[in-house]
């Protein structure tokens, strides 16, 4: 059974750091995309960072370039997110999400099917 769980998540000061996990089971991550999403109050999901094919290219969207980075470890399994310098406007659930190569490069909601149940980010002074 393909699982997604995330972890990571919390309340951190503006221009603090927090680095979110997504632990992978029942497929290999090697073989798949798998991207970044959050969800703010009042405001659609959007795709925030994705490794979108096996070569590993990766995509940001602007808000965050400079400031993320995604990455994976094979032998965990596991998807990572660093984020550097928080803002408030990072705010929201971050989700992650998995779905068989190819996808679109644009890291788009509904080029995935199964997604983790998210992890909390809170940016507040």
């Known amino acids: 059974q393909v699982q997604l769980v995330e972890s990571g998540g919390g309340l951190v000061q503006p221009g603090g750091s927090l680095r979110l996990s997504c632990a992978a089971s029942?497929?290999?991550?090697?073989?798949?995309?798998i991207g970044w999403f959050r969800q703010a109050p009042g405001r659609e999901r959007e795709g925030v960072s994705c490794?979108?094919?096996?070569?590993?290219?990766?995509y940001y969207t602007d808000s965050v370039k400079g400031r993320f980075t995604i990455s994976r470890d094979t032998v965990k399994n596991t998807v990572f997110l660093q984020m550097n310098n928080l803002k408030p406007e990072d705010t929201g659930v971050y989700y992650c999400?998995?779905?068989?190569?190819?996808?679109?490069?644009?890291?788009?909601?509904?080029?995935?099917?199964?997604w983790g149940r998210g992890t909390q980010v809170t940016v507040a002074p």
């Open positions: 999400a998995t779905d068989p190569p190819p996808v679109r490069p644009m890291c788009l909601v509904e080029d995935f099917r199964t």
């Open positions: 490794i979108t094919s096996i070569d590993g290219s990766t």
């Open positions: 029942g497929f290999t991550l090697d073989y798949y995309a």
